[in-house]
């Protein structure tokens, strides 16, 4: 059975990233894990290069960036990246945490861009742009930290809640809307499931982590 707890999911739109509080589920019994690796270890550095080549010119628009990248590798038009990921499920995860590091580096990526700035680069909650109101999480610890169960988690919750928004009716800077906004328009869908599918690679790798202690 699962226990659902509340956390807190970042999200950026054009002036930075906000944080917000979504629902995710965990299992009981994560008290042995040790901890998420770091990003430096979950990036290969040449996805990092590539994406931030095409974001910075885009203005860090997230899905501009994803899709042109995504057409340069995959030998199609930015068009026909997104016409394709409008037909990506919002209910399964077409990636696995377990069996796809690729996947895990390139969500680690859009999270150290989009999100780290409020959860930080070690998934603490400790980031610059952290709001009072709503802080950000702290993964490392066994209560709040996104669980790689065998179902793999909540992840359409997960999807939901970042591409739809959450949370209460916010006053910010640039804008009044949701604790954390829609970001369907920030996000391509697949850019999503690949920060899902990072969040989801945390526990699997403090388990390792964990497991390699008691040798």
Request: hydrophobic content about 35%; aromatic content about 8%; proline content about 6%.
């Amino acid at each position: 059975m699962e226990q659902e707890s509340d956390a807190v999911i970042c999200v950026a739109n054009k002036m930075g990233v906000r944080c917000a509080i979504g629902l995710v589920a965990l299992m009981i019994g994560l008290g042995s894990c040790a901890g998420p690796q770091p990003l430096k270890i979950a990036i290969d550095p040449q996805d990092e290069t590539s994406y931030l080549r095409f974001a910075n010119k885009t203005n860090l628009d997230g899905k501009k960036a994803f899709s042109n990248w995504m057409a340069e590798e995959r030998g199609l038009s930015p068009s026909e990246v997104l016409q394709l990921d409008a037909e990506i499920s919002s209910t399964r995860n077409p990636y696995d945490a377990y069996r796809n590091p690729q996947a895990v580096s390139r969500g680690a990526v859009i999270y150290k861009v989009h999100c780290a700035r409020c959860h930080g680069d070690d998934a603490r909650g400790q980031g610059p742009s952290a709001l009072p109101d709503y802080p950000a999480n702290d993964f490392k610890t066994a209560g709040n930290r996104f669980a790689a169960t065998l179902h793999r988690g909540a992840p359409r919750r997960w999807f939901r809640v970042i591409r739809d928004g959450a949370g209460d009716v916010v006053q910010y800077p640039d804008e009044t809307t949701t604790a954390m906004p829609p970001f369907s328009e920030k996000l391509a869908r697949e850019q999503i499931w690949l920060v899902i599918t990072y969040l989801q690679s945390l526990d699997m790798h403090a388990a390792q982590k964990a497991s390699e202690g008691h040798q």
